[in-house]
């Protein structure tokens, strides 16, 4: 059974911060690239940062300089550590993870809102 479990979401004034991890379950987690996406109300879906095996990572140009994803491969876990939070990162973060053949596997989602 293939599990994504995210944690660490929450609310948060703008110009702080938060952590999100995920940990990853019923996959062979070391093949895989680990994402993690959000999905603000009312928008689509959007890839936020992104971390291959290697460890060579791609962000949105939106979060470039203040996120930050890292992977554990031994703990099956990544990461993403969002600094400088703005009221525009307000979404719900999903964790992802995906193999060559594009299968997709999605974590349940957690809420991050920057408000004051």
């Known amino acids: 059974q293939v599990q994504l479990v995210e944690s660490g979401g929450g609310l948060v004034q703008p110009g702080g911060f938060l952590q999100l991890s995920c940990v990853a379950s019923g996959i062979n987690f070391r093949f895989y690239i680990m994402a993690w996406y959000r999905q603000a109300p009312g928008k689509q879906r959007e890839l936020v940062a992104q971390?291959?095996?290697?460890?060579?990572?791609n962000y949105a140009d939106s979060v470039k300089g203040r996120f930050t994803i890292s992977r554990d491969n031994a703990k099956n876990t990544v990461c993403l550590q969002m600094n400088s939070l703005k009221p525009e990162d307000t979404a719900v973060y999903y964790c992802?993870?995906?193999?060559?053949?594009?299968?997709?596997?999605w974590g349940q989602g957690t809420q991050v809102t920057v408000s004051s």
């Open positions: 992802n993870a995906r193999n060559s053949v594009n299968f997709n596997a």
């Open positions: 971390i291959t095996s290697g460890g060579s990572t």
